[in-house]
C-alpha cells in the first residue's frame, strides 16, 4: 500500500490488482475498508465475485457502514437478482452513503432486481451521476419502475449525466416509462439505447423537450422510421452541445440520414460532431442522397459510414464531394467495395487518392473489409503506393481485406517513403512468413510509425503452420518488428534517419523526373529537321537535362544545413546550461530561506542555532544537482526536437522549389514542342501562297488558286491614252499585328528577319520526317497525337476562311465607298446625253448565241501570249478592270468576241479633279477604225486577272435581261442605248472559275 497507492495517487481500491485472492482474502479487505477514510470507491469488474455468495456478502456488509465510497464497479461478476436485493438492502441501511456511481452492467439482475434497487434510486441522498445497467436483462416493467424512481427524486434531474440502458429490452411500454423522466428538463449529457427495442419516436420526442445538455446520444440497432427523422432534426437543430450521434443499424433511410447531416451542418452552434451510421444498407442511392450535403458540413469532424454497400460508385461519389471539404478528420468507409464487382474497384480508390491528395485535413482514415466484402487487391495495392507519397494521413486502418503477402510487401514500401504515418492497423490479411518478412525490411528504414498493433490473428495463423524449427525464426521476426515500432518512439531515432543523404526524397522526384525524360524523348523523334539546335531550342533543352542535378544539389544543401543547424544548436544549448543551472539554485535558496520562515513562525522554542544545522543539512545534505544531466537534457532531448521540426521546414522548402523548377522545365518543354509540331504546317502554308503568287505572276497560269482581287482604276491622260492607277495599300489591323509573335518560333522568325536572312518557299518547305519503324510505343499514345494534329489543321483551316471572308467584307466596303465617291463626283444637273450604241454581251462560247443576235462569224484564233481584242479593248475603254487574264490559244469564244469589239464604243472615264460648272459635258463620239487600232496595240501590255475575264464573259447581264430595255428600236440590235450615263466597271469578288 506505501508503494503502490500513494506514489501513484490511487483513490480507488481495485480487487483485480491482487494476486487472485481468496474469499477468505476478500472478506479481510472488505472487513478493513469498513472503517477506511482513504479510498473513495471500489472495483471489481470481471472479477468472479458470484462464485462464492461469501464474497458478495462481504462488499455489501462494507457499504452498510463506509461512508467515504462514492463508486461501486462490480460490472460482469456474476451477480443474481437475490444479490442486487442485498445490494439494495445495504444501501438504504446506510444514512450517511455517498455512493453516486453504480455500474452493474453485464449482471443478469432483471427486472426483480432493479425493481428493489428503485427503492435506494429514489432516496439516495446526493442523486446518481453516473448509472450503468448495460446488458441486465431489464425487462418493460423494470424500466417503468426506473423511470418513476428517476423523477421521483428530485436531485436526480440536476445530478445524472450518464445512463447506458443497452442491450435490454425496454420495448414501447418501457419507452413511455423511461421517457417520464427524460421528458422533464434534465442534465443527461451521455444516454446509449443501443439495441433495446425502443420506440424511438416516443424517446426522441422526450429529449427534444427535456434534454438539451444531450453530448451524446446511442440509437444504434433500433429501427429509425421516417417519423423518427422530424424528432431527430429538430432536437439537432436546437441543441448546442451534441458531439456524438450513432445511428448504425438503424436502417434509416438515406432521405433521412441526407436530413440529419443537413440539420447538424446548418446548426452554427455545434463544432467537432461526430457522426456513425455503419450498417445500414443505404447503397448507391444513399451515396447519391448524401453527397450534395458533404461538401458544406463545416462542423462534422467524423464521419464512420462504414458496410453500407457503397460500391465502387458510391465510394467515388462521397470522396469525390469530401474534396471540398475543409473540417473533416476521420473517414471510415469500411467494408463497401468487393473483389466480386464486374469492373473492379478501380474507381473507388482512385477517388480516395484524389481525396488524400486533395483534402490536407482528412488524417484519419479506415478502409478495414470483412470475410464477405473484401476489394479487388490489385486495386488495393494503388492506393498503398499512393500513400507513400502522401503528406497528410496519419492513421490508416487496412484489417480484414485479404491482401496476403502482396498487401504486406507494398506496406513496407510505403512506408519507406512516407512520412507522416503515425498509426497503423493491418491485421487479419492472411499475412504468411514472406509478407512479414518483406513489412519488416521497409519498417526498418521508417522512423516515423509510432504506433502499431501486432496482427495477432495473422502471426497465430502462420505460428500453427510453421514446423517446429521454424518457430523461433519466426518469432524473433515478429520481436524485431515490435522493436522497430518501440524504437521510433524515441524522439532522437527521428532526427538519426534524417543524417546522410536522403535517397527517399530523391525516390519521390523520380516520377516528375522520368515525365522530363519522356518530354525530351518525345521532343527528339518529332525533330527530324534538328531544329531544336537552334539557340533558343538548345538552352530550353540544356535546362531539361540539366534538372536532376539541381534537383539532387536541393537535398545536398538542405543537408548541409542540417548540419550547420546541429553545430549552431549544440553550441548555443551548451552555453545556456549555466543559465539554466543558475536558476535552479536560485528558486532553491528563495525555497530554504521561506521554508527558515516557516519554522520561525510556528516554532518559537527554536532558536538560530537550532536553524544552523538545519541549513547546513540542507546545503550539504540535499542531493546536488548535476550540470552534466542538464546539459544531456537540453543538447539531446530538446535540441532533438528542434532538429526534428526543423527537418521538417527544411524539406518542405526543398519540395516547394523541386515543384517550380519541374513545372517550370515541363512549361518549356511543352510549349518547345508545340512550336516544333505546328511548324510544319505553317510552312506548307507558306509554300502555297508563294505558289500561288508565282503562278499570278507567270503570263501563262492554267488552273491557279483564286487570286485576292484589286481594284484598278483605269484613266485617260491629256492625250487621250488610258493607263492604270492601283488602290492605295491596305494598312494592318490589329488582327494582322496579333498573329506577330507570341511564340518561341516566332520570335525565331523576327531574330532571322532582323539579320536579313531570306525566306523562300524553298527553305520554308518542310523536310520529310523519316519513316518510324519503332513498334514499342503504345497505339494509344499515336492516336492521341494523330487526333490532336487533325484537330490543329482543322482550327487553322478555319482560321484561314475566317480571315478570308474578314478580307473579302473589307474590300466590298472599300469598293463600295469608292463607288459612293465616284456617284457624288457626277454633274448636278446634266443635259440630255446623246445617245449611245448598246453593247452586246460576250458569249460564254462559242457554240451558245446570245439572245437576239446574229450566229458568230469565223474569225481568226489569236496567237499566242496575246488577248482576245474584245477584253483588251474594254480594259482600254473602262468598261472592267485594266488587269484581264488571259486565255489559253483555242479557248472557245475568242472569234467571237473579236467581232463584238468593234460595237463597243469608247466611254470617257471620270476623272477625280473637279470640274468647272460652266463646262458642257462631253459627247463620246463612235470610234473609227485607227482608234480602234491604236486602243488594241495599248491593250496588249495590259496585264489581265481572272477576275477581270469573269466580269467581261459572265459578270454584264444581256441587253434585254437588263431594267428599263425596249424590243426591237434602234442600235445594233434594234434597241436604244440606256440613258443613264455608264459607270466604270468594278471587279467583282466571286470565286472566278
Known amino acids: 500500500m506505501e508503494h503502490l497507492v500513494e506514489v501513484q495517487k490511487l483513490d480507488k481500491f481495485n480487487i483485480n490488482e491482487f494476486e487472485t485472492p481468496s474469499p477468505s482474502d476478500i472478506r479481510a479487505m472488505m472487513h478493513a475498508l469498513k472503517y477506511n477514510n482513504y479510498f473513495k470507491g471500489i472495483e471489481a469488474p470481471d472479477f468472479p465475485l458470484g462464485r462464492d455468495k461469501a464474497q458478495l456478502d462481504a462488499v455489501f456488509d462494507c457499504l452498510k457502514t463506509n461512508s467515504k465510497v462514492e463508486s461501486l464497479d462490480i460490472s460482469n461478476v456474476g451477480a443474481k437478482p437475490e444479490n442486487i436485493v442485498q445490494l439494495a438492502t445495504a444501501l438504504l441501511a446506510n444514512k450517511n452513503t455517498q455512493l453516486i456511481d453504480l455500474n452493474l452492467s453485464g449482471n443478469p439482475i432483471e427486472g426483480v ?175 447519391k442522397a448524401i453527397a450534395p450535403v458533404l461538401s458544406s458540413m463545416k462542423n462534422i469532424e467524423a464521419l464512420d459510414i462504414g458496410d453500407n454497400d457503397f460500391t465502387e460508385d458510391g465510394v467515388a461519389l462521397i470522396a469525390n464531394a469530401l474534396c471540398e471539404n475543409d473540417t473533416l478528420r476521420f473517414l471510415g468507409l469500411d467494408a463497401n467495395m468487393s473483389a466480386k464487382s464486374k469492373k473492379g474497384n478501380a474507381e473507388g480508390f482512385g477517388a480516395l487518392i484524389t481525396l488524400i491528395e486533395s483534402n490536407k485535413t482528412l488524417n484519419s482514415l479506415s478502409l478495414g473489409g470483412s470475410k464477405t466484402m473484401q476489394p479487388k487487391i490489385d486495386d488495393l495495392l494503388s492506393f498503398i503506393y499512393h500513400v507513400g507519397v502522401n503528406d497528410t494521413v496519419t492513421e490508416l486502418n487496412l484489417a480484414c481485406n485479404g491482401m496476403g503477402n502482396k498487401g504486406a510487401i507494398a506496406l513496407g514500401k510505403a512506408l519507406q517513403t512516407n512520412k507522416f504515418l503515425k498509426t497503423l492497423a493491418w491485421d487479419d490479411n492472411g499475412t504468411t512468413v514472406q509478407g512479414f518478412v518483406g513489412f519488416k525490411v521497409g519498417l526498418e528504414r521508417n522512423r516515423t510509425l509510432k504506433t502499431m498493433n501486432l496482427p495477432i490473428l495473422d502471426i497465430s495463423a502462420c505460428m500453427k503452420e510453421l514446423q517446429v524449427n521454424q518457430i523461433g525464426k519466426f518469432q524473433k521476426l515478429v520481436s524485431d518488428i515490435g522493436e522497430c515500432v518501440s524504437r521510433n518512439q524515441n524522439p532522437a531515432s527521428r532526427f538519426e534517419a534524417s543524417k546522410g543523404f536522403q535517397m527517399g526524397a530523391l525516390m519521390l522526384n523520380m516520377g516528375q523526373q522520368s515525365f522530363v525524360d519522356a518530354q525530351l524523348l518525345k521532343i527528339k523523334r518529332n525533330d527530324p529537321a534538328k531544329k531544336c539546335e537552334r539557340d533558343p531550342y538548345c538552352a530550353v533543352l540544356d535546362d531539361a537535362a540539366k534538372t536532376q542535378k539541381v534537383i539532387t544539389g536541393f537535398h545536398l544543401l538542405k543537408e548541409e544545413t542540417q548540419d550547420e543547424l546541429d553545430m549552431a544548436l549544440k553550441k548555443t544549448l551548451a552555453g545556456f546550461v549555466q543559465e539554466a543551472a543558475k536558476v535552479v539554485y536560485q528558486t532553491k535558496s528563495a525555497m530554504k530561506s521561506k521554508m527558515m520562515e516557516l519554522l520561525e513562525k510556528n516554532f518559537e522554542s527554536f532558536d538560530a542555532e537550532t536553524f544552523r544545522p538545519l541549513k547546513t543539512a540542507i546545503d550539504y545534505g540535499a542531493k546536488p544537482f548535476d550540470d552534466s544531466t542538464l546539459e544531456n537534457i537540453l543538447v539531446n532531448a530538446a535540441g532533438t526536437e528542434i532538429l526534428n521540426k526543423a527537418s521538417e521546414f527544411y524539406s518542405s522548402t526543398v519540395e516547394v522549389a523541386t515543384d517550380y523548377v519541374y513545372e517550370k522545365v515541363m512549361d518549356s518543354l511543352d510549349d518547345l514542342f508545340e512550336d516544333i509540331t505546328s511548324e510544319k504546317p505553317e510552312a506548307e502554308d507558306e509554300e502555297e501562297e508563294s505558289d ?302
Not at 149 to 160: D, E, F, R, T
Open 113 to 287: 432486481g432493479v425493481q428493489s434497487l428503485c427503492k435506494f434510486i429514489e432516496t439516495a441522498p446526493h442523486g446518481i451521476v453516473t448509472l450503468n445497467f448495460d446488458n441486465c436483462r431489464i425487462d418493460s416493467k423494470g424500466f417503468q419502475a426506473l423511470g418513476a424512481a428517476l423523477k421521483k427524486n428530485v436531485k436526480m434531474a440536476g445530478s445524472l449525466t450518464y445512463i447506458n440502458l443497452s442491450h435490454n429490452k425496454i420495448d414501447p411500454e418501457g419507452s413511455v416509462g423511461i421517457c417520464s423522466f427524460f421528458s422533464n428538463p434534465n442534465g443527461i449529457r451521455h444516454l446509449q439505447i443501443k439495441e433495446t427495442s425502443a420506440n424511438l419516436e416516443t424517446i426522441c420526442g422526450a429529449i427534444v423537450r427535456g434534454c438539451p445538455e444531450l453530448r451524446l446520444l446511442d440509437l444504434s440497432c433500433n429501427k429509425i422510421t421516417p417519423k423518427v427523422i422530424p424528432h431527430l432534426t429538430k432536437w439537432i437543430g436546437s441543441s448546442s452541445s451534441l458531439e456524438t450521434l450513432n445511428l448504425s443499424g438503424t436502417a434509416i433511410p438515406p432521405e433521412g440520414f441526407r436530413d440529419i447531416l443537413q440539420a447538424i451542418a446548418s446548426n452554427v452552434y455545434l463544432k467537432n460532431v461526430t457522426v456513425k451510421a455503419k450498417s445500414n444498407s443505404l447503397g448507391v442511392a444513399g451515396a
Open 692 to 993: 500561288s503568287a508565282t503562278s499570278a505572276a507567270s503570263p501563262v497560269s492554267a488552273v491557279s488558286a483564286p487570286a485576292t482581287p484589286t481594284l484598278h482604276r483605269v484613266s485617260t491622260d491629256s492625250r487621250g491614252s488610258a493607263h492604270e492607277s492601283p488602290a492605295p495599300e491596305r494598312t494592318p489591323t490589329p488582327e494582322d499585328k496579333s498573329r506577330v509573335g507570341g511564340t518561341l518560333k516566332d520570335r525565331i522568325a523576327m531574330m532571322e528577319k532582323a539579320a536579313e536572312k531570306p525566306r523562300t518557299a524553298e527553305t520554308l518547305r518542310p523536310v520529310k520526317p523519316e519513316k518510324k519503324d519503332e513498334k514499342k510505343e503504345e497505339k494509344s499514345e499515336k492516336e492521341l497525337e494523330k487526333e490532336a494534329k487533325e484537330k490543329e489543321k482543322e482550327l487553322k483551316k478555319k482560321h484561314k476562311l475566317e480571315e478570308k471572308e474578314k478580307k473579302e467584307e473589307e474590300k466590298k466596303h472599300k469598293l463600295e465607298e469608292k463607288k459612293h465617291k465616284l456617284e457624288e463626283k457626277e454633274p448636278a444637273s446634266p443635259e440630255p446625253k446623246p445617245k449611245e450604241k448598246p453593247l452586246r454581251p460576250a458569249r460564254v462560247s462559242a457554240d451558245e448565241p446570245a439572245v437576239g443576235h446574229p450566229p458568230p462569224r469565223a474569225a481568226a484564233r489569236p496567237m499566242p501570249g496575246r488577248l482576245p481584242q474584245n477584253l483588251m479593248l474594254a480594259a482600254a475603254i473602262g468598261r472592267g478592270p485594266a488587269s484581264v487574264p488571259r486565255r489559253a490559244p483555242g479557248t472557245p469564244g475568242d472569234a467571237a468576241a473579236v467581232d463584238d469589239a468593234a460595237a463597243i464604243p469608247a466611254a470617257p472615264s471620270p476623272s477625280p479633279s473637279p470640274k468647272p460648272a460652266a463646262a458642257a459635258p462631253r459627247v463620246p463620239k463612235p470610234p473609227t477604225k485607227s482608234d480602234k487600232d491604236s486602243v488594241l496595240a495599248q491593250a496588249h501590255t495590259a496585264e489581265p486577272t481572272g477576275a477581270a475575264l469573269q466580269h467581261i464573259t459572265k459578270s454584264r447581264p444581256r441587253m434585254s435581261q437588263r431594267p428599263g430595255a425596249k424590243k426591237g428600236k434602234g442600235g445594233a440590235c434594234g434597241r436604244h442605248p440606256p440613258s443613264r450615263r455608264p459607270r466604270p466597271v468594278r471587279a467583282s469578288t466571286e470565286t472566278s472559275v
